[in-house]
């Protein structure tokens, strides 16, 4: 699953699609989210909120993003706010009910951070700092690797760095070594999933373009559920 960036629209769209998917189909399905649920679109609590319910047709696996790590680094200290106001923070603040009229400026003061801050935490549900604190940063099955963003080039899969799987660009999307696994993962937003030898970037920038991308894994085929695109069920191309 690509990155859902606040768009719980999109997310009940593709839960729906998932649902017709597996119509008939007993064996055990899976579904890996690739992490950045939160920030840029309008409805991140409520993403969250579907997430921590486990409001989805099969088990889950998430994984953490980068708006994830920023949203973390702001509870632990407000003065990450810089950083994740970059990353489009404040429709996530709005979300839950945050105030976000003081942040208005060109440099918010520490005292106006550390109030933020603390109607944050006031406002989030138990629940949720859970479901943040617990993500992974890696998931692997059969001849995928699944991560946020991608991997280091010349490191063992095994010994990749959380900050890089959660951040990397280049060298990662530019390289044609073979990794031992095929590489999926977001981060990176295209108009259309992007597949190469070594990796499939599934990212398609659902919060401006309403297409949510979710790639379907099965024994040795692959196929594509993406909302908005007038079609019910699979597609055997991106």
Same mark, same amino acid.
């Given at each position: ?7 719980v @629209? ?16 007993? *064996? ?9 649920y ?17 409001? =989805? /047709?099969t088990?889950?696996m998430?994984l ?19 950083? =994740? ?9 709005? +979300? ?11 440099? /918010? ?24 604190? *617990? ?11 699944f ?16 900050? @890089?799987? $959660? ?7 530019? +390289? ?7 590489? $999926? ?30 790639? $379907? ?6 196929? =594509?559920?993406?909302?908005g ?8 191309? /991106?």
């Amino acid at each position: 699953m690509g990155d859902v960036h606040g768009r719980v @629209d999109l997310l009940r769209e593709l839960r729906d699609l998932v649902a017709d998917d597996l119509t008939g189909f007993s *064996d055990p399905v899976i579904t890996v989210f690739l992490g950045d649920y939160v920030d840029r679109g309008p409805d991140s609590r409520q993403v969250l909120d579907m997430l921590v319910a486990r409001d =989805w /047709p099969t088990p889950i696996m998430a994984l953490r993003g980068n708006h994830e790590l920023a949203f973390m680094s702001f509870l632990d200290e407000p003065a990450m706010w810089a950083q =994740w106001q970059s990353y489009g923070a404040l429709p996530t603040l709005a +979300s839950y009910g945050v105030d976000v009229r003081k942040l208005m400026t060109s440099g /918010p003061t520490g005292e106006v951070l550390t109030a933020i801050h603390d109607e944050l935490l006031a406002a989030l549900p138990p629940d949720h700092l859970v479901f943040l604190k *617990d993500l992974r940063d890696r998931t692997a099955a059969g001849d995928y690797f699944f991560c946020h963003a991608g991997i280091r080039p010349g490191v063992p899969l095994e010994q990749q760095s959380a900050m @890089d799987l $959660v951040t990397i660009r280049e060298p990662f999307l530019s +390289s044609g070594e073979t990794f031992g696994r095929i590489i $999926v993962h977001g981060h990176t937003p295209l108009e259309i999933p992007q597949v190469r030898a070594n990796r499939i970037g599934i990212d398609t920038g659902a919060y401006a373009t309403g297409h949510l991308t979710a790639l $379907v894994l099965e024994e040795d085929t692959r196929a =594509w559920l993406t909302t908005g695109m007038g079609t019910k069920g699979r597609r055997s191309e /991106p």
